[in-house]
């Protein structure tokens, strides 16, 4: 088991940036895929960003050009680099790590982008 916490949100103007991190209780070296998803009052909850063990990425196409993800193993974080924001970026947003026994969630943390 591994307990995440993110932090970072905030309220930000459209055009703005937002740099999100999500700090792990263990290393997360292990993990095959880390990143980010999101969920918005009314909507289910939607990939942003993974990044694997090798580094491979994946972005939701809305995101792409825009959002950066990051893991640094050393330091058991995920980050999220958010530049460009937009009103519709506005969710909260959670990190996850996922291995052969299952995925594990953090809490999240809410985005607000005021146009």
């Known amino acids: 088991q591994v307990q995440l916490l993110e932090s970072g949100g905030g309220l930000v103007q459209a055009g703005g940036s937002l740099r999100l991190s999500c700090s792990a209780s263990?290393?997360?070296?292990?993990?095959?895929?880390v990143g980010w998803y999101r969920q918005a009052p009314g909507k289910q909850r939607e990939l942003v960003a993974t990044?694997?063990?090798?580094?491979?990425?994946n972005y939701a196409g809305s995101v792409k050009g825009r959002f950066t993800v990051s893991r640094d193993n050393a330091k058991n974080t995920v980050t999220l680099q958010m530049n460009s924001l937009k009103p519709e970026d506005t969710a909260v947003y959670h990190c996850?790590?996922?291995?052969?026994?299952?995925?594990?969630w953090g809490q999240g943390t809410q985005v607000t982008v005021s146009s």
């Open positions: 996850s790590v996922r291995n052969l026994a299952g995925d594990s």
């Open positions: 990044i694997t063990s090798t580094g491979s990425t």
């Open positions: 263990r290393s997360i070296s292990s993990f095959l895929v």
